[in-house]
């Protein structure tokens, strides 16, 4: 078969498997199966593939089929213009939270935070890509998950920032000692109850990055209240939260006496972070 023959076919298994965005998962595939760029295919579209190129190609076709999702397949995944390691050790990083790291960027460019605190940093997306942006500043990061720290510092290694982070193991802030003038957390958000509206995907990230509780905001509820004590004077508070949890938790943020609460949209229009700031 040619490489455009096997692009289709790969498609159309896809598409009946009910794999979303078909055409895409396959050329990404095929391209990481023969180790070229994605672009790249379309200058080889009628050359014949030899049968050794095909074979560890029908494993991860039969995989991503199964609902494997892509980055556990590939690798890897981009944010914020870097190449992280993704497994199944921590949250496959989401575009959404890309957003979440330009908004402490913006929110601090006129008194650049020099301390910052990723709380429930998974893969260490959110520490590595702040370290990385703002050169001065001191990044500490912290998760329940020794599994989910080690791929954050083997992230940390690869993108020569292991030095800029410092990771520690820690159940929200319990173990967390002194003030930082920025805490960020993407912590799990959806509900235990709607486990089974989740896609095949989804549930390939680990059960503690996903559920954040029979309601789903209580472990950002439960960060909301202790994170104060460990802000600095005007120091912010930056989250990323589910759908529809922005007004009851911007209620809490005034009830525990946080001020200038604001909500922010993502890209495909849902309220999905809020700011504020404390003291
Ligand atoms: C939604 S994932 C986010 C991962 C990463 N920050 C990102 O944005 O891709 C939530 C993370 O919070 C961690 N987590 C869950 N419960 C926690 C707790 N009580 N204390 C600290 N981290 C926790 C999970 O292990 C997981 O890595």
Redesign the pocket.
């Known amino acids: 078969m040619t490489l455009l023959e096997v692009l289709q076919s790969t498609t159309a298994y896809f598409t009946k498997r009910k794999v979303e965005s078909a055409r895409l998962n396959a050329e990404h595939l095929l391209a990481h199966a023969l180790g070229r760029k994605r672009i790249d295919l379309y200058l080889e579209f009628e050359r014949e593939l030899a049968e050794g190129e095909l074979a560890p190609l029908r494993k991860l076709v039969r995989r991503r089929g199964q609902g494997e999702p892509l980055q556990h397949l590939l690798g890897t995944v981009e944010?914020c213009g870097r190449t992280f390691i993704s497994d199944n050790r921590?949250?496959?990083?989401?575009p959404e939270?890309e957003e979440?790291v330009e908004l402490i960027i913006q929110s601090t460019i006129d008194q650049k935070p020099s301390t910052i605190l990723?709380?429930?940093?998974?893969?260490?997306?959110?520490?590595l890509s702040l370290a990385a942006k703002l050169p001065d500043a001191e990044v500490h990061a912290?998760?329940?998950?020794d599994e989910?720290l080690a791929l954050a510092r083997e992230n940390a290694a690869r993108l020569g920032l292991a030095e800029r982070v410092e990771f520690g193991r820690?159940?929200?802030l319990?173990q967390v000692d002194g003030a930082f003038d920025c805490i960020v957390?993407?912590?799990?958000?959806v509900a235990a109850t709607d486990r089974a509206t989740l896609s095949r995907e989804v549930l390939h990230?680990?059960a503690?990055?996903?559920f954040g509780g029979e309601r789903g905001d209580e472990?950002i509820r439960?960060l909301i209240v202790t994170a104060a004590p460990h802000l600095t004077r005007g120091g912010l508070l930056a989250l990323?939260i589910g759908l529809g949890q922005a007004n009851a938790l911007s209620a809490l943020l005034t009830e525990a006496k946080y001020r200038d609460i604001s909500q922010r949209q993502d890209f495909a229009g849902v309220t999905r972070f809020l700011l504020a700031r404390y003291g």
Do not use: C, H, K, Q
């Open positions: 944010f921590a949250l496959i990083p989401r939270t979440l990723d709380v429930g940093t998974g893969s260490g997306v959110i520490a912290v998760d329940i998950s989910a820690s159940d929200l319990a957390a993407n912590l799990p958000y990230d680990p503690t990055a996903v472990m439960a990323e």
